[in-house]
């Protein structure tokens, strides 16, 4: 009985608000004459006819999700292993930290053009957009994460010898995942808004590109279904990661309920 | 004993810290020998550099002068010869591995195949009395626990020497005393030779057969004290011995005088 009104009262709490600004919408929108906010009626019918045509699930949804999802993994890996190095080699991070700041205080969007001029206007290009702006988040947390092992874990696995890739496996790596994984909850984030961004420009497909294209054309319903698609990309992603995140951390957050316990 | 060359020896071993106000001088001059299968307390005021000795002893820090040999060869890293118990039992233990995992994690860097290593560490597991939590992370057993796996692991890595930090300054009086005692059994039943550091006094004397008293810093040895207590130990009995006692005495009339400074040593 009460897991059933517990299971009602988590699913009130996560649809709640969600309702509540629908019927908002719906509400403002009741009596509305201007194209620029249609119902959200009109807005469904739309995103059901555009995003739901196989033909345009395959020639510009899933690409772009693929590009995405690519971008976001390339970002990961850099990320770590250039993280990792950076961040156990004392010297070599003396050396790059300033300019690591530098490159990272630079909006991705202003290196589109240079990336365009360079890499063509291909997938190549695009995946370079998101990397230009995910992979910092990763690099600077590994780095940090790398960084700051604990002097007496440091000393455990010197005194028995836990060297090389057992020690990256076992040691250094698990150390910086609750920063890695900190790092990679950004990098989500900075990928998407890239992935629309990079197809904003010199593009003929894509979610950004088709949102643009339904902008200037005045279909109105489309785009804000577009905007829709995006955001529920968002939400599906970050319950993806946070599924992922309590598996690699479980250790983390066990033993971090424990000291406050 | 002195027929009997020492397993580890500790000559004129001085650690001078380069720090921003200028040089701390941590050790002034330490020498001691450890004979194969004994068991040496290092017990000392507070501040006197205890724990700096012990790392430049397992090969952590390097000393600024003198040396440390084990085995006939100078440390210079740390030997795979010798196991190291810390302090900081909530540290040295790695949170994301399950307790059978930290004890093995060791063997495995060693190369030990699988198999053989699934034996030691449940053998070692069951020497510390912990058989029963080996899939528990260290971070859900008491410190008194965590402290017999960072021993179990200590024990199943099969070391010549078994070094240990102040191991049990975190736990309360009754953990301490079970692992004092847990401490004693290892040591004979493995034959292992132990140098166990701590700054308690009842301590050093209840489980050495040797107690080597440091001074105040910059730190020498005050003295080096043979423990005539009987083998058999046990905390009732053997606290309740009038040499037990005396010894426990002796030492602390000398920590005293090396907290005042005065130099007593061979006298």
């Known amino acids: ?261 | 004993m002195a027929d009997r060359t020492p397993l580890l020896s500790v000559t004129e071993l001085s650690k001078t810290y380069l720090s921003a106000t200028g040089p701390v001088e941590a050790i002034r001059s330490i020498s001691f020998d450890v004979y194969p299968g004994e068991l040496v307390c290092i017990v000392g005021p507070s501040g006197c550099g205890k724990t700096t000795l012990l790392k430049c002893v397992s090969g952590l820090l390097p000393p600024t002068s003198g040396t440390v040999t084990l085995d006939g060869a100078e440390v210079t890293r740390p030997p795979a010869t010798m196991a190291v118990v810390f302090q900081e039992y909530g540290q040295s233990l790695y949170p994301w591995l399950t307790v059978r995992d930290n004890v093995a994690l060791p063997l495995r860097a060693r190369g030990v195949p699988r198999a053989e290593r699934a034996a030691v560490v449940e053998r070692a597991l069951e020497e510390v009395g912990l058989s029963h939590v080996l899939r528990t992370y260290p971070w859900q057993l008491s410190g008194g626990m965590q402290q017999r796996v960072a021993i179990a692991r200590a024990v199943a890595y099969q070391p010549e020497v078994l070094v240990m930090d102040e191991p049990f300054a975190a736990v309360d009086a009754q953990t301490r005393a079970d692992l004092e005692d847990l401490v004693r059994r290892v040591w004979k039943d493995l034959g292992v030779t132990v140098l166990f550091v701590t700054h308690d006094i009842d301590e050093s004397v209840y489980l050495g057969e040797r107690v080597v008293v440091l001074s105040a810093s910059p730190t020498v040895v005050q003295e080096d004290l043979a423990v005539d207590l009987p083998a058999e130990r046990d905390q009732l009995g053997t606290r309740a011995l009038p040499r037990f006692t005396e010894l426990r005495t002796h030492v602390y009339g000398q920590i005293q005088r090396a907290k005042r400074g005065e130099q007593v040593g061979a006298a």
């Open chain 1, 1 to 261: 009985m009460t897991a059933v009104r517990r299971t009602l009262a988590s699913a009130g709490f996560t649809l709640g608000l969600p309702l509540l600004l629908l019927l908002g919408w719906a509400v403002a929108t009741r009596s509305t004459t201007t194209i620029y906010f249609p119902t959200p009626a009109r807005v469904g019918e739309a995103f059901v006819a555009t995003w739901l045509d196989p033909e345009i699930l395959g020639r510009d949804v899933l690409p772009s999700l693929g590009r995405f999802a690519i971008g976001v993994a390339l970002s990961i890996v850099i990320g770590i292993a250039a993280g990792t190095v950076i961040g156990s080699t004392p010297w070599l991070r003396a050396l790059l930290e300033p300019m690591l700041e530098f490159f990272r205080a630079i909006p991705p969007v202003v290196l589109v053009p240079v990336l365009m001029l360079v890499l063509g206007l291909g997938d190549t290009m695009r995946l370079a957009v998101i990397v230009s702006g995910s992979v910092w988040p990763v690099l600077l947390n590994t780095v940090e994460g790398v960084r700051a092992r604990d002097p007496v874990l440091v000393d455990t696995s010197r005194s028995y010898r836990v060297r090389g890739a057992l020690a990256l496996r076992y040691f250094v790596l698990p150390a910086a995942s609750p920063q890695i994984m900190a790092g990679i909850r950004l990098c989500l984030s900075i990928g998407l808004i890239l992935m629309v961004i990079s197809e904003m420009f010199a593009a003929s497909s894509g979610l950004g590109y088709q949102i643009v294209f339904f902008q200037r054309q005045y279909m109105i319903a489309e785009m804000w279904s577009g905007i829709v698609l995006l955001g529920l990309v968002g939400v599906v992603v970050a319950a993806v990661f946070h599924v992922v995140e309590r598996r690699v951390l479980h250790w983390y957050h066990g033993s971090r309920e424990v000291s406050r316990g």
